[in-house]
């Protein structure tokens, strides 16, 4: 069972990491605001839910724990799973934390260091697919054809949530809540790991993170 929690600040490339990985790894990448966002586009979500994304918010607790373990619980994560976006509160880490360990299952948390200064850059800078979720960045990663996604020529989209403005109310939240989940998975004695994913490329970044999963790999087998 490969459990592995990518953490990290708004842009610090948990997306980007995580579809590399769940290619090489076989098994599902789960992220709450890809979730979140797919439930609006449906037309199943209150006004509130929507307000509060577009505003940098965090969506409360008790939606986002029962739509994870839902999720968790579907046959294509039985044999492992990559958490992109969560937890992050206190509340969803304990709520993790007790499913996990009522399974005998150990994570791993990844997390992806990145300085601020960076990150306003990369957001403003990210566009994806709307069809296959491909992200690019017209600085680190352009499309090989401006707007144009290479995989399946669909126009290419900037998120709602990647004005400076909201940026930033993105970060606030992350200092305030989801920054102290870190001490906590440290505190009560679970696997952390640190990667500078700072100055690094994607391929860089996902060198580490496979060094670290094949250091690991006899715990997570
Ligand atoms: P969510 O979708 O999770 O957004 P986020 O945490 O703000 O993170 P991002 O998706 O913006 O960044 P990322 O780390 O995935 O970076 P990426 O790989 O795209 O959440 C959105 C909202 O949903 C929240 O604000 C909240 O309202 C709600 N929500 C979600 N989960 C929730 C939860 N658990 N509880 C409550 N509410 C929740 O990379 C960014 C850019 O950088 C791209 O352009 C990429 O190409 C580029 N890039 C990536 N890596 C590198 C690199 N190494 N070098 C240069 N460029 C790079
Ligand atoms: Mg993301």
Redesign the pocket.
Known sequence: MKAIVLF?S????????AKRLTGCLGIPHI????M?RDRIRSGNETETMVA??QS????SDQV?NEMVEQRLSEPDAAHGFIL??????LD?AGTLSTWLGGRGIHEVVIHLAVDYNVIIA??T???QCPRCGT???VT??PPKVDGVCDLDGTGLVVRD?DSEAVIRG?LE?YDLQTRPVLDYFREAGHRVVEVD?SH???DG?FGKICQTIDGQSAELA
Do not use: F, I
């Open positions: 990290g708004p842009g610090s490339g948990k997306g980007t990491q992220s709450t605001g890809d979140l509060t994304m940098g918010a965090l969506v986002v992109d976006g969560y937890p992050r509160t969803q990369r957001l800078g990210r566009r992200l690019y960045n680190s990663h949530d993105r939240a994913a690094e490329t994607p970044v």
